[in-house]
T-cell receptor, first 114, second 115 residues
Framework: GENVEQHPSTLSVQEGDSAVIKCTYSDSASNYFPWYKQELGKRPQLIIDIRSNVGEKKDQRIAVTLNKTAKHFSLHITETQPEDSAVYFCAASIGNSGYSTLTFGKGTMLLVSP | DTGVSQDPRHKITKRGQNVTFRCDPISEHNRLYWYRQTLGQGPEFLTYFQNEAQLEKSRLLSDRFSAERPKGSFSTLEIQRTEQGDSAMYLC?????????????FGPGTRLTVL
């Protein structure tokens, strides 16, 4: 089955700095890669996703890049703010006309210091 | 609130007891997923429904676990003869199958503590 590795496990940055979280996946058939943000005690919330026919996607301060050949994808957060502090999870799935379950990484705890 | 809801939010039980959790997905969503999340880990897939059909079960789902979605709307997850290792957050998610996308919306979870 699919295996997703995520690094780093913790990341501390100063407000205004950029943060980068990296994930690798094992199944070359995976074609959908979402990123979830989970604040303490709350549900995971989708912040951005990318499909394998696209190499990069951006939404304001958040961007995701995908390298299908190397089977890795990354989350980039620019101009970090204290409210960006949370645990971030990457995931991968094989989206097709059937079903598509998500395999998650272990998460990255991002701490943004004011 | 039109999001995914779960009940109860917290459950404390003694080892050996049975527990049942409920998930109400977003109303038009035809896909429903159960995940388990332990401290410091990402959600781990347990099982998946498309409408009322249970299409996949993870190896994590032992024979003590059973899930149903009888009318293709809400779902229940039952754990029989609970063990301390079952202590975790049980998350439900739902999605709408459309164009191959799989944007899953999560509920707040049910935190299970087995004493």
């Amino acid at each position: 089955g699919e295996n997703v590795e995520q690094h780093p496990s913790t990341l501390s940055v100063q407000e205004g700095d950029s943060a980068v979280i990296k994930c690798t996946y094992s199944d070359s058939a995976s074609n959908y890669f979402p990123w979830y943000k989970q604040e303490l005690g709350k549900r995971p919330q989708l912040i951005i996703d990318i499909r394998s026919n696209v190499g990069e996607k951006k939404d304001q301060r958040i961007a995701v890049t995908l390298n299908k050949t190397a089977k890795h994808f990354s989350l980039h957060i620019t101009e970090t703010q204290p409210e960006d502090s949370a645990v971030y999870f990457c995931a991968a799935s094989i989206g097709n006309s059937g079903y598509s379950t998500l395999t998650f990484g272990k998460g990255t705890m991002l701490l943004v210091s004011p | 609130d039109t999001g995914v809801s779960q009940d109860p939010r917290h459950k404390i039980t003694k080892r050996g007891q049975n527990v049942t959790f409920r998930c109400d997905p977003i109303s038009e969503h035809n896909r429903l997923y159960w995940y388990r999340q332990t401290l410091g880990q990402g959600p781990e897939f347990l099982t998946y429904f498309q409408n009322e059909a249970q299409l996949e079960k993870s190896r994590l789902l032992s024979d003590r676990f059973s899930a149903e979605r009888p009318k293709g709307s809400f779902s229940t997850l039952e754990i029989q003869r609970t063990e301390q290792g079952d202590s975790a957050m049980y998350l439900c998610a739902s999605s709408l199958s459309s164009g191959g996308r799989n944007e899953q919306f999560f509920g707040p979870g049910t935190r299970l503590t087995v004493l």
